[in-house]
């Protein structure tokens, strides 16, 4: 039996044969899993977006499933199941698959699309890593069904590999700026008041830490998030998978500076952090940092330590290595909006 595509319009309505496509992606990222983009489109949007997935398969088998957001109504455009939120996105294709039967798999979503190009001007996926795989399989196979895909650049990832690192070997990487500027804090905040550092990784631990978390967001120069459940909720999926690092540096009884990390496979990565502004003097978020990398290399031994996405100068410092992350996008040139924004990307 030839391979079969169908489209779903609630993530309720993928049927459980896919399921193997979310475990599998990315090995086991929680930004492949279906937790993930449940917790996504109920909490992730000032208003929860309306769903166009293409799924293909071959009998009871999963081969690909392409999530995206259908903006049509507004912007006319198709877009990633994706926003701010989130690290990493790629379409969900099997491992088992072979180069022929990928390219068919995607030679069928591409036809779709090709077929409903009256219905959307703008296809955009994001943040793909620069050397996915997917990327060249994905581009050859829109091609061939007159869909021109192209990549640009679209955000950062600074990172360090770690594989054997110790916190005094780590240590010993960083620019003597980084390193006087955490030995001259440290003393001065010391003799301010009483450092004590929490660690929060399982969900028992988890109310505590979410209400320090809160404390010291409400306090920072980050904006109100659109759902203040998005964060507690998503901590708790992390601590349910073990991956969750939530670290706390208080000032005497206050807390100052928060950071969370989630650590899966090979990588531990910093999602999140905030601090008090109040104590900007003393530097609390890069002491946490440091505080934060020396637990993880003794805990858990990542081979990889990532910032995430993002281009900020304090994470050129810690961090010696870059790569950078993609939008994935097309054009429809038969639609009016869609040729204009073509003719803006030249």
Known sequence: MAFKLE??????????????????EGCGSVFFSRPWFDLLVDHGFEHAPAIRALGVRKNDTAALLLLLKDERQSGQSLSSLSNYYSMDFAPLASNRLSPDDLQEAFSLVSHHLASDSSNWSTLSLHPLPCDSPLIDNMTKAFSLNGIELLALPNDTNWFADTVGATPQSFSATLPTKLTNTLRRKEKAATEEGHLSYKYVSSTAELPIGVADYFSIYQR?????????????????????????????LHMDDTPVAVQFWIVEGTTALLYKLAHDPAYDHLSVGTLLTRHMINEILSRDRPERLSFGLGNEPF????????????TLIAHNRRKPRGLYRAWRQK
């Open 315 to 326: 994470k050129q410092s810690w961090m010696p290595q870059h790569t950078s992350m993609v």
């Open 220 to 248: 920072s120069w980050k904006p109100t998030e659109p759902d203040p459940n998005f964060m507690p909720l998503f901590m708790e999926l992390c601590a349910k998978n073990r991956s969750l690092r939530l670290g706390i």
């Open 7 to 24: 489209t779903f319009t609630s993530l309720q309505e993928i049927p459980s044969l896919y399921d193997p496509l979310f475990s599998q």
